[in-house]
């Protein structure tokens, strides 16, 4: 187990949500925890949850609506290459998922994830300052990271 576990709160669709999770990563439900007739919410409704997503835990917790999410907390996804990313970015983005930018998108329930493909942290800490510079450039334009336009930008005008 963790020593540090981030919680996500929801106002109701926690169990929708952990469907998801477990569809696109493969997330395990690790243990659940039911409201029961003492409160605060519907009795037998799931109250909290904690599920595991490539070694790692969170929690679900199923609070009300006190709280909404921010993009001030965000889950960031290291993907090998464009074809996991588009597949990530596909998923968390069907069925009322938001569009971002520079990779960012905000999943059906509000929870915020950077979609990252493993090219974009390499072209921008590359050597050469001025291709890291009109990579960032070309990135700050996105919604969906495309390394295929970013590579491009790294090479420079002139050899598309």
């Not at 996500?8 to 039911?34: H, K, M, N, S």
């Not at 290459?81 to 998108?105: F, H, I, K, S, T």
Request: hydrophobic letters at 40%; a negative charge.
């Amino acid at each position: 187990m963790d020593k540090i576990t981030p919680c996500l709160w929801f106002d109701g669709g926690a169990e929708r949500a952990l469907e998801l999770y477990g569809r696109v990563f493969g997330a395990t439900v690790v243990d659940t925890q039911f409201h029961d007739d003492a409160g605060p919410g519907t009795a037998r409704t799931l109250f909290t949850a904690r599920f595991e997503i490539h070694g790692r835990q969170y929690m679900i917790l199923n609070g009300g609506p006190a709280f909404s999410h921010s993009e001030a907390f965000s889950l960031s996804v290291d993907c090998e290459d464009q074809e996991e990313a588009d597949r990530y970015w596909d998923a968390l983005v069907a069925d009322g998922g938001e569009e971002g930018r520079c990779g960012w998108l905000k999943d059906p329930f509000g929870i915020s994830w950077q979609i990252v493909p493993r090219a974009l942290p390499r072209l921008l800490e590359q050597k050469d300052r001025e291709a890291a510079a009109r990579v960032m450039q070309t990135m700050m334009g996105m919604t969906r990271i495309v390394v295929s336009e970013l590579e491009a930008a790294s090479a420079g005008p002139g050899t598309r």
